[in-house]
Antibody
Framework: EVLLVESGGGLIQPGGSLRLSCAASGFSVSDNYMSWVRQAPGKGLEWVSAIYTGDRTDYADSVKARFTISRDNSKNTLFLQMNNLRVDDAAMYFC????????????WGQGTLVTVSS | DIQMTQSPSSVSASVGDRVTITCRAS??????VAWYQQKPGKAPKLLIYEASSLQSGVPSRFSGSGSGTDFTLTISSLQPEDFATYFC?????????FGGGTKVEIK
């Protein structure tokens, strides 16, 4: 059974930094295609970032140069380093992955909530 | 960026009804569309990929169609567990984008 478990969310002031983690079991983070997707309270889904073949990465324009996606193969964990956080970054952050598709994901975590407020 | 315009934003339906949700892409994306179901407080669940391929384990009452710019998700006979919000997503190119969502409510 595939399990993705996010952690690292919390309350942070604007301009601050957070590092989200997504620990995987039954699924190799290093060998597959991973993304972060977020959802502001009561709003729709927004893709944030992806990491895939050869550790190539892509980002939404809204987070480019502020967020960094990475993975630790030894820990089988996906990360999202978020710097210079803004109020509009507040959302539930989901990690998502798949074995065959970079861009559509069968496996999702339960999410971790990021609140950005002074 | 490719915009995905989803309609309707909400629909009221009864158990047994046929429900159709549409998504229009701002440019042609071949068959690179996925559909997700999301229930309150839960992560999205992949239903359909590549416009019409049913994800393993998803009931056959769900189907997808379309190519180019116009796509449809159909629930042939709505069941109580299908009341949820549905999102389309273009999988053609980065940045990946989602439709605004359709909330399927009990009539």
């Amino acid at each position: 059974e595939v399990l993705l478990v996010e952690s690292g969310g919390g309350l942070i002031q604007p301009g601050g930094s957070l590092r989200l983690s997504c620990a995987a079991s039954g699924f190799s983070v290093s060998d597959n295609y991973m993304s972060w997707v977020r959802q502001a309270p009561g709003k729709g889904l927004e893709w944030v970032s992806a990491i895939y073949t050869g550790d190539r990465t892509d980002y939404a324009d809204s987070v480019k140069a502020r967020f960094t996606i990475s993975r630790d193969n030894s820990k089988n964990t996906l990360f999202l380093q978020m710097n210079n956080l803004r109020v509009d970054d507040a959302a539930m952050y989901f990690c998502a992955g798949d074995t065959t598709s970079v861009t559509a994901w069968r496996y999702w975590g339960q999410g971790t909530l990021v609140t950005v407020s002074s | 960026d490719i915009q995905m315009t989803q309609s309707p934003s909400s629909v009221s339906a009864s158990v047994g009804d046929r429900v159709t949700i549409t998504c229009r892409a701002s440019q042609g994306i071949s068959s690179w569309v996925a559909w997700y179901q999301q229930k309150p407080g839960k992560a999205p669940k992949l239903l359909i990929y590549e416009a019409s391929s049913l994800q393993s384990g998803v009931p056959s009452r769900f189907s997808g169609s379309g190519s180019g710019t116009d796509f449809t998700l159909t629930i042939s006979s709505l069941q109580p567990e299908d009341f949820a919000t549905y999102f389309c997503q273009q999988c053609n190119s980065f940045p990946l984008t989602f439709g605004g969502g359709t909330k399927v409510e009990i009539k």
